[in-house]
């Protein structure tokens, strides 16, 4: 393309230092070599911006496949977590049950034991997600309220599930540490569980930790924000 481009500027050139032509003629052949010359450096820009919007929507679509599959995992991991709070607010309900005749019971302790004592944090896979943003790569998502959307997932709705469930353990790792000041054990190897849980002070944590239905709520909205971008990835490219 130089080189045509650089035959056309060099045969205006020549026209114009042709003393054989008239004015009239010269410039009739310097317009054409001009409009020519015009021409074939748009049509180079053109071709040229063509080929990089098309690596770039590539690129896009590779993005968001991956993020499909990333989302869909998330998904399970998100479900899991929230069913784990759901299941600790059940639990702490009931080691904070308010009764005057009311007394722990051993086997429902066991039963409730891995929601009192486990902890659940979300990791979300967000590698690919940071990488595509960090490149300045984003703004390609031609789909705006996808490109929104994507955002307000990583950006808006995932640090809330993460100050939540922050929030959440700092108030178990109270009672983890009342529990390991107070914890005995007696002649026969049993601990005194049930007497530990049943004071004052594990009664009150117990009831702060009885309450999860705000990040429980955060964990549904985030289930439904990444079911609606695996929906439009799926209309936007033709998946399933």
């Not at 995992?73 to 709070?85: G, H, K, P």
């Not at 039963?111 to 659940?120: A, E, I, W």
């Not at 490109?147 to 959440?168: E, K, L």
Request: avoid cysteine; proline fraction near 2%; aromatic fraction near 10%.
């Amino acid at each position: 393309m130089e080189n045509e481009i650089k035959d056309h500027v060099v045969k205006a050139y020549h026209t114009a230092k042709n003393p054989g032509l008239n004015f009239w003629h010269k410039a009739g052949e310097i317009a054409i070599e001009i409009l020519i010359i015009v021409f074939a450096v748009t049509l180079s820009i053109w071709v040229h911006d063509r080929s990089e919007y098309n690596h770039e929507q590539k690129d896009v679509k590779a993005f968001l496949t991956g993020l499909k599959k990333d989302l869909s995992s998330d998904i399970v991991q998100l479900q899991e977590d929230r069913d784990a709070y759901i299941g600790a607010g059940m639990a702490f309900k009931y080691v904070s049950k308010q009764s005057p005749d009311f007394k722990l019971n051993t086997d429902s302790i066991k039963k409730y034991q891995d929601y009192l004592f486990n902890g659940t944090e979300f990791i979300p896979n967000n590698g690919r997600y940071e990488g595509f943003k960090s490149s300045g790569k984003l703004g390609n998502v031609e789909d705006n309220e996808l490109q929104n959307d994507i955002t307000s997932f990583y950006q808006g709705i995932v640090p809330t599930i993460s100050a939540s469930a922050s929030s959440y353990s700092q108030r178990k790792q109270f009672l983890f540490e009342y529990l390991y000041k107070n914890i005995r054990r007696d002649a026969n190897g049993h601990i005194n569980l049930i007497s530990v849980l049943s004071t004052d002070e594990a009664h009150i944590i117990s009831l702060t930790l009885s309450s999860t239905e705000e990040i429980t709520a955060r964990y549904d909205r985030a289930i439904k924000k990444s079911k609606e971008i695996i929906r439009k990835i799926n209309v936007d490219y033709d998946l399933k």
